[in-house]
């Protein structure tokens, strides 16, 4: 019986480096820079900037590469949890994967030292974590979630370093895209229970279970919004605590859609909604 090896095809490249996320996550550095660094009337100045853009190219490198290890390692796991989404040794060679990944990956941190060299060690750290995490701390309880949150907050607190300017602004809402994406990888692990549970993951829901790791994510959320609020008060900004004050509403769904979720295809609508709230929370950037 003869087998045939999966071709490249860019719907599955795409797919696999998660495309649309890239470029919500190359957005969200731009519009930092022209609406928080920078105002409307230097909208162009930041858009035609080539440090900003050299930065977002090691920016989309580095993640694209994350994602590729992460489906290298989860490919078990992913032909559990969501087999219609695996690209890996289905349409796209294995091998393939891990060249991608170390190419993408020295090219993203050879950009950033192009830049400034403490640039270059951020980009180092997060392409090294990005690994690290994919290769073993994913199943850990928490700390793999964390350090996922944490890279996605530094995508945008790097700009403050990029450019030198309201570097208490731009770590706010680096802040509110840290405790987003947390919120949502705690969901994403209640919705792959089953399959991180069969190859032996430790994740928060395993050794908790469903209904105390809901009643962990009620109290971050009421925390996260409480300091959302009180670090609007110490900037003195007006729109911003008023932008802050009407997130109550939508975290408040939040809350309340999660308390009701019991199946995978609950938990999954709640992932989504997180990512919707996150892109929400960069677009109101415009606001600044």
């Known amino acids: ?95 393939w994967a891990m060249v991608l ?21 951020i980009n180092f750290f997060t392409a090294f974590s990005l690994w690290w995490y994919s290769n073993q ?36 809402f680096a802040g509110f895209a840290f405790s987003i994406n947390f919120i949502r990888e705690i969901v994403k692990d209640m919705e792959d229970l089953r399959g991180d549970m069969h190859y032996g993951c430790r994740t928060l829901p395993i050794i908790w ?5 809901k009643w962990f994510l009620f109290v971050y959320v009421i925390g996260f919004q409480a300091t959302l609020i009180a670090q609007g008060v110490i900037l003195q900004d007006q729109v911003l605590i008023g932008y802050f004050v009407a997130l109550i509403v939508p975290m408040s769904f939040l809350l309340y859609k999660l308390y009701w979720a019991d199946t995978k295809a609950k938990f999954r609508w709640l992932s989504t909604y997180c990512k919707v709230l996150m892109v929400v929370g960069i677009l109101s950037m415009v606001l600044f």
């Open 101 to 121: 990944h170390t190419s993408f990956s020295f090219t993203g941190v050879f950009l950033g030292w192009m830049l400034w060299w403490p640039i270059g060690i």
């Open 209 to 213: 279970g469903i209904a105390r790791t």
């Open 1 to 95: 019986m003869s087998t045939q090896e999966p071709s490249f095809s860019w719907p599955s490249f795409f797919r696999l480096i998660r495309l649309p996320n890239l470029l919500i996550l190359i957005g969200a550095q731009y519009l930092t820079a022209i609406f928080l660094v920078g105002n409307t009337e230097e909208f162009w100045q930041f858009l035609s900037d080539p440090r900003l853009l050299v930065m977002a190219i090691g920016t989309f490198l580095i993640a694209a590469a994350g994602y590729i290890i992460n489906d290298y390692y989860d490919i078990k796991i992913d032909f559990i949890n969501r087999p219609d989404q695996v690209v890996i040794g289905k349409t796209f060679k294995r091998r």
């Open 137 to 172: 701390l994913k199943r850990l309880p928490v700390v793999g979630n964390l350090l996922i949150s944490f890279l996605t907050g530094a995508a945008i607190a790097i700009i403050a370093l990029l450019y030198q300017e309201q570097e208490r602004l731009i770590f706010t």
